[in-house]
């Protein structure tokens, strides 16, 4: 949009040296703002060189600007987006070295203390990446795929010949391994985009009219794709896409968990909570025993002689409680009839924790929950009598 004298928003912005909303403008445009020329044949960057602040807004524009690629698309930089994908890794590797290295307690510690803040406020926090593009940040992906795979690597080629035999857990985790490489590659796999939109009663579908005609509420039309929802349909900032059935975007996999692969990714958590049960398991058998032949050393020192061991046991100790505090709410969600986004109804739900969500419609009993449970079982995990069930009830509702 262009005034009388042919300028934008971000014209405006850097007249009043506005740098907050100058980002703003520019990291929500598809195409740069900042080469966009008024009637005097004049560019935001322009105008900055002459005003108050200049030098301060004109470097930040520049950066902005070179942030772009040769097209003016946002394009990500791969330095960008790798950097906070091995930070994570990196950093507990670090702080399994440094207990390794360092012989006094105090200097690891703050060593340790420093990489531990260093990879959560710069890779860990924020969800989007310091970019004008503001791309999905991949901290926390980063995070989980390089914490599954050191810790498969460190248990199966350093801690389990420590504990060996162990014939039926070994076996148990190649199973668990299994499950989680097939369940991923369906929660990658499309989660339900949605391309419907929502009709009216003659069959004409709903628009921003409707919306400002007060037949729909504002909440149910997406401004981004230009539709009206659909039943249980949202749309995803971090995807730019709507999805049905949405349960929620897990910023650990930088994918939707929506109608399509919601099974899938219970079946992941499912096989990393095992995993992880089982890394656990190995490193308390293997302290323990060690701790045995060396009653003269404190439970500290134990833990120093395998730092590798000792750090992601921690990892998979949180882990472990991650995963089942997760397990434990989605089956709570669930048995409710709805998902982390929607109520039984198709509302969305005002508050979410793993105690209780408010509007919540009604007490629901144990005989209700669990046939909900057995509907998300039987629609995920046996597709065959879910369309028996569903044939059936169809058939009892034609008699």
């Not at 044949?41 to 060189?49: E, S």
């Not at 998902?339 to 007490?363: K, P, V, W, Y």
């Not at 597709?383 to 058939?395: I, L």
Request: hydrophobic share 40%; proline share 3%.
């Amino acid at each position: 949009m262009k005034d009388s004298k042919n300028r934008t928003a971000m014209h405006e912005a850097v007249l009043q040296a506005n740098r907050d909303v100058c980002w703003i403008l520019e990291s929500k445009s598809e195409d740069s703002l900042l080469n966009d020329q008024d009637s005097d044949g004049k560019t935001p960057i322009d105008y900055a060189t002459s005003g108050k602040h200049s030098l301060a807004l004109t470097r930040a524009l520049r950066r902005w600007q070179r942030m772009r690629g040769a097209n003016g698309k946002l394009d990500v930089p791969s330095v960008s987006w790798f950097m906070p994908l091995i930070t994570p890794s990196a950093s507990t590797l670090l702080i399994a070295l440094n207990i390794w290295y360092f012989n006094s307690r105090v200097v690891m510690t703050c060593f340790n203390l420093v990489i531990f803040f260093y990879a959560y406020f710069y890779a860990m926090r924020p969800h989007r990446l310091w970019h004008i593009s503001r791309a999905p940040n991949t901290g926390l992906a980063g995070w989980f795929f390089g914490s599954v795979i050191l810790s498969l690597l460190i248990y199966f080629t350093v801690l389990l010949p420590k504990i060996w035999p162990d014939y039926g857990y070994t076996v148990f985790s190649l199973l668990m391994v299994a499950l989680f490489a097939v369940s991923l590659r369906s929660v990658y796999a499309d989660p339900g985009i949605s391309d419907d939109t929502k009709f009216d009663t003659d069959g004409n579908p709903m628009g921003i009219i409707d919306v400002v005609s007060a037949r729909i509420r504002s909440c149910q039309y997406c401004s981004r794709c230009k539709t009206a929802y659909p039943w249980r349909t949202k749309h995803c900032r971090l995807c730019d896409c709507c999805y049905k059935g949405l349960d929620h975007h897990c910023l650990f996999l930088m994918t939707c968990i929506a109608i399509n692969n919601h099974g899938a990714f219970l079946a992941m958590i499912f096989s990393v909570f095992i995993a992880q049960f089982s890394y656990v398991r190995g490193a308390l058998i293997y302290f323990w025993s060690f701790s045995q032949s060396h009653s003269d050393m404190s439970y500290l020192n134990v833990l120093g002689t395998e730092p590798l061991i000792s750090v992601y046991f921690a990892v998979n100790l949180l882990g472990l409680w991650w995963t089942f505090t997760l397990l434990l709410f989605q089956i709570k969600v669930i048995s409710e009839g709805g998902t982390t986004c929607f109520l039984q109804n198709g509302e969305l739900r005002t508050r979410m924790d793993c105690i209780h969500a408010s509007g919540t419609i009604g007490e629901l009993t144990i005989g209700h929950r669990l046939r909900h449970l057995k509907q998300f079982l039987q629609y995920y995990y046996l597709p065959s009598m879910s369309k028996e069930n569903t044939t059936h009830h169809r058939r009892l509702q034609q008699v």
